[in-house]
């Protein structure tokens, strides 16, 4: 039993060891907008905002009015509201007659072969008519100057495609502690730094800030491409990478935030269509993921009380370097860096979240979202 935890916490710290080296390189390289000057007005490009809103009446009101006061010249706000049955519509139509940037678009039936979301902010692409292109949220906050940074960092590095690292907003104690779990997830598994190597596999987007030139989108295939995918914002940037169209990613810091869900269990309702699909809906994948989720992040922690020697040691390795590399997602997020040691407690919640994701779609046979039964064969078929 001592060789056999001497070889596995051994593989492990020697799997943290690369890592931390990967992560030690790759973080520090990624450009930030903090950096860069706004580019002058009277070079500002044309620039459409597209979202896709389902009965968000609590969140949009706060986020709209950042969209509508940035401070830029040639911009305009198309919003699909995507058969909703609150208040969205009519505060778009209100905000609308007060702003004539903001162009309102309904939905009110969705089309075979289409996810709702997806259908949605190709309707909004059909309506705009910028030549750059931003796909965000309905819960997303701009700062006012973050469209003139963002195209002067497009300019300056050759990319068609920007995808934009924001700030999440936490309140409660579950949020913070799996948020900044779930950051250093992000970070190790999309490597958002590999974006613009064409060199590599590895692409990066998120659905609160995605820019890409028009052009470079028509050449992707635009969201048609994406009809049936539910991770539709990370295979943006797969289709960007794949098109060869140049894409990068960047930090934002404050200038992109959301408050992605209140509280944890919303969290976890809230994920429960996505991170199956992440898998491609493949069960040995996602049980892979789970397994080495508690392999890498709980159980040398577990195991330090109850190993000697260099046994120890590796174990003390592989809670070390988890606790670093947290801690630093800690600080960028703004939370206090004591919520560096809770990331054992978060990585058993990112394993609950993909566990729950996993056995509910395949109880149901498929996934409900925006109200929408999908069965899962077809979800299959629609995977990028």
Not at 15 to 29: M, T
Not at 183 to 194: D, E, M, V
Not at 309 to 334: D, K, M, N, S
């Amino acid at each position: 039993m001592h060789h056999l935890a001497l070889w596995l916490l051994g593989v492990i710290a020697l799997l943290w060891i690369a890592e931390a080296i990967d992560l030690a390189r790759g973080v520090p390289s990624l450009a930030s907008l903090d950096d860069v000057p706004p580019i002058a007005k009277d070079r500002c490009p044309s620039v459409s905002i597209l979202f896709a809103a389902r009965d968000e009446a609590k969140k949009l009101p706060h986020a709209l009015e950042t969209l509508l006061s940035l401070d830029y010249p040639h911009y305009e706000v198309v919003a699909v509201d995507d058969r909703s049955v609150d208040a969205t519509g009519a505060i778009l139509t209100e905000a609308a007659r007060r702003d004539a940037r903001l162009k309102p678009v309904r939905v009110d039936s969705l089309p075979q072969g289409w996810l709702g979301k997806p259908h949605a902010l190709q309707q909004a692409y059909e309506h705009s008519t910028g030549e750059w292109l931003i796909f965000t949220d309905a819960d997303v906050h701009f700062a006012p100057d973050l469209l003139q940074r963002t195209i002067a960092l497009a300019e300056a590095k050759g990319w068609n495609h920007v995808t934009l690292l924001g700030r999440a907003k936490m309140y409660t104690a579950g949020e913070k502690i799996a948020m900044t779990f779930f950051g250093l997830a992000l970070l190790a598994g999309t490597r958002p730094w590999s974006a613009h190597d064409s060199r590599s596999q590895g692409y990066s987007g998120v659905g609160a800030f995605q820019m890409v030139r028009r052009s470079a989108y028509e050449k992707m295939g635009t969201h048609r491409r994406l009809a049936m995918e539910v991770i539709d914002d990370m295979k943006l940037g797969k289709l960007a990478k794949e098109a060869g169209v140049g894409s990068g990613a960047a930090k934002a810091g404050d200038a992109v935030s959301v408050h992605w869900h209140a509280g944890v269990g919303n969290m976890i309702r809230g994920t429960t269509k996505n991170f199956f699909a992440a898998s491609g809906y493949k069960l040995p994948v996602t049980l892979l993921q789970i397994f080495g989720l508690v392999l890498m992040f709980d159980l040398p922690l577990a195991a330090l009380p109850f190993v000697h020697g260099w046994a120890r040691i590796f174990a003390a390795i592989a809670v070390a370097l988890p606790l670093i590399a947290t801690a630093g997602v800690a600080i960028e997020f703004r939370a206090p860096i004591a919520y560096a040691v809770t990331f054992p407690i978060g990585a058993l919640i990112f394993a609950w979240m993909l566990a729950r994701s996993m056995i509910v779609t395949l109880w149901q046979g498929g996934i409900v979202w925006r109200g929408t039964f999908y069965p899962l064969d077809e979800l299959r078929r629609g995977v990028v």
